[in-house]
């Protein structure tokens, strides 16, 4: 890079954290919510970054927020409403009582998460696609990206997965077995297709929340699926794919409420997020279901 670029990098730079700082002004008095101005929101918002230190560590880093950080009283209270509307419904209890540890459930959810898990970059993308703004499209295309490896090929997310279910012993054989005895209409195709049916950005932004909220469910139900045995969970607590989901995940359903705080402040608003958020939370319900069907049916004889 020449010494010209570099000067206009530095100077582009300024200007962002310029206006940056505007508008984090502008909002600060807007939203009657928000907390003090000046040194304890600043406190606040390095509060929000050191916890994310962890992930940074492995490479990862959080959306810059100005306001809606992980302790903003809005962003803590729609957490725990949307939580409590995902616990409700059980899924992980359920699964858990009728599928005990098993090779078997190793099998079935290293292939349907790996399946899954190829597919949320398009669903990412198509639903950044679908929003209006570029505001909004900056805040849905992070996890994207995230899936995507950010810039290194090699941490593609579904394959880092593949990589760990590898290393708990389940092979492509297993997994196209598993995937043959797949229902037709999956959970994956309708949840395609609620997304294509939308038009309004807020049952957009509703449908993502509705897959993030049980983030931390999912990936722990995904890692004792995977660990089998004593030694393969060991294993696995080391592997790349754990190490980072555990951390990230959080961020991506701070990210995802921060989209309802901001975005939606209607009554209307609210109800077209909940519309989509109540398709995302159906998915797992599908999801998991599937997954339990599939454990109790016997493996196929190699
Ligand atoms: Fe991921
Ligand atoms: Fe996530």
Request: glycine share 6%; net charge neutral; hydrophobic share 40%.
């Amino acid at each position: 890079m020449t010494g010209l670029h570099l000067e206009m990098q530095r100077v582009h730079s300024i200007r962002l954290s310029r206006r940056s700082i505007a508008q984090y002004r502008k909002d600060m008095t807007r939203d009657k919510n928000t907390m003090t101005i000046g040194d304890a929101k600043m406190k606040t918002i390095h509060a929000g970054n050191a916890a994310r230190s962890l992930a940074e560590q492995a490479g990862y880093s959080g959306t810059v927020e100005y306001i809606y950080t992980a302790d903003h009283p809005e962003v803590l209270r729609w957490t725990s409403h949307f939580e409590g509307l995902a616990a409700r419904e059980g899924v992980f209890e359920a699964f858990e009582a009728a599928c005990p540890r098993s090779w078997r459930r190793a099998t079935v959810v290293s292939a349907l998460w790996h399946r899954f898990s190829s597919f949320m970059p398009w669903f990412l993308c198509q639903a950044a696609a679908m929003v209006s703004t570029n505001e909004k499209r900056h805040y849905v295309i992070q996890t994207a990206f995230e899936e995507l490896g950010m810039r290194d090929a090699r941490e593609i997310h579904c394959d880092m997965f593949w990589n760990a279910a590898a290393q708990a012993g389940v092979s492509e054989k297993d997994r196209a077995e598993v995937l043959a005895d797949v229902p037709a209409a999956t959970a994956l195709a309708s949840l395609r297709g609620a997304l294509l049916s939308y038009g309004t950005d807020e049952e957009v932004l509703g449908i993502l929340l509705g897959l993030e909220i049980p983030a931390r469910e999912n990936i722990e139900t995904v890692f004792r699926s995977l660990a089998h045995d004593d030694g393969t969970a060991v294993a696995l607590d080391a592997h790349r794919f754990f190490i980072f989901h555990r951390q990230i995940e959080i961020e991506h359903v701070r990210l995802t409420v921060a989209n309802f705080v901001r975005y939606c402040r209607t009554e209307e608003q609210r109800r077209r997020f909940q519309r989509g958020f109540s398709n995302g939370l159906g998915f797992w319900s599908r999801f998991w279901n599937t997954a339990s069907d599939l454990v109790g049916v016997p493996a196929r004889a190699s």
